[in-house]
DNA sequence: CCGGTCGATCTGGTCAGACCACTTGACCAC
DNA sequence: GTGGTCAAGTGGTCTGACCAGATCGACCGG
């Protein structure tokens, strides 16, 4: 295993995922009351401002409602989360829940083609180039890690192309949770990346200002992987299957 | 005017949205490096724990790098934040941002009909009746904004439906910047509520199961108020027309 | 009996000041 | 150059105090 950088983990860090864990892993469910901050701070054997800190962030993502003078509550994430607790859900107890990587699948294969399109209208020639040095980048590495980080390099050019803020915003979330992950995944994605064909025909597309042209390539160079694990995560979890 | 809540800003509020506005709006640039935790304190006249928190906030949202012992610097928000933000960029400076806007409905369009077939295929005849019953109440009211309240519920079960944590954390988010605008969006978005028939059209093509007719369907609801619009929007602002 | 008032006592909000831990960069010895 | 050292500045953490809103029971007047 190569050389890592140190993670140091902050007093706040540690609170902040002792505490997502409780409200995410139904500890407490939405609706019940926290401890008391000096009650939280005197039980982890922590000051008051650290925990002070850690709420407030858990607050700022909509996962807790913190009230002066009243108690702090825990919200319902399911309704009101947003996607940057996606890795968290990703990776419950340390395991992998099919059924949020199957959503992932899922509309990956929804927004994929719609971005393409978008930025097969607003690219221009200059996309083109950038896409293709992209591809020429990917085609020449034989480690499948740096192929991930050349498509998800070609994705964000589409992605800056396509002129839309809300799917530049999503898309910097959904990266923000594939890359710490980047290393475990890559063999699963290998399927998607070693057709650099499909992603040709795509940069062409696009390069040619057809968005529906653009929509079915994208929709080419993302299905194959989908529905192969798609089918390996409904064998994981038979479940998934009559939903 | 109604009544309305009473809004309280905390000093870490206060101090979160003036640092918020520095980023976003271009005071400090991406990668320059924010004054001192003390400094800052000294200057807003505020405590250090107060700003501390603010900066922490922001952290979390990856709007700043803060690094123990170093400079607290400015990240470039368009390549790492999320939909969050999204609210704070519609208005900048107190103005609508046309372009933004714009991504607003052209994600919509994208993610709505893909949302729908999913919700077509797993959600079964108590979705249906779940979603005709909003439809009634929705075409029982004249007043705008219950209307929109209700077209918002109704999408809710859609996408409680398609039974997908990614769709779901991305309309959590959509819906945190739509609500609080609800009141002024309204007017706009009348045209689309008011067309209950093709509510109908997608609600009965989501009971029959039937993914492609509900993505069409879906379509049909939503392409109509957002093509007005965006003509709307690019006789505002005539620098979208080309891009 | 009801409804309002008051105040004790919870809760979170804010502050000051101290000290620890880390990074940086200048400087120095090799 | 290379590597060590050190001082200064930055964020990290704690303590303890006090302010301010929320809550609820005890009380009191109708």
Redo the contacts with the bound molecule.
Sequence with gaps: MPLQPVT???????VFDQVLSEVVDGGIGAGEA????????EVL??????V??A??RMAQTRLLD???????TVRDFRRYAGLDLLPRLLVRRGELDPAIARSILEARLVVGPGVAALAAERGGPALEVLLTETLDALGETDDGVQRQVHALAFWDHVVDAADSMVFRLMFNSLRAAYEPALEALAPLMAEEVDQVGAYRVLTAAIGAGDPETARAAADRVLRPATTSLLAALAALDPALEDR
Excluded: F, I
């Design positions: 140091r983990r902050s007093v706040p860090d540690e926290l401890p008391s901050e000096r009650r939280l701070a054997g922590v000051s008051r401002p650290a002070r800190e709420l407030q913190v009230r002066h003078g009243g108690a702090t």
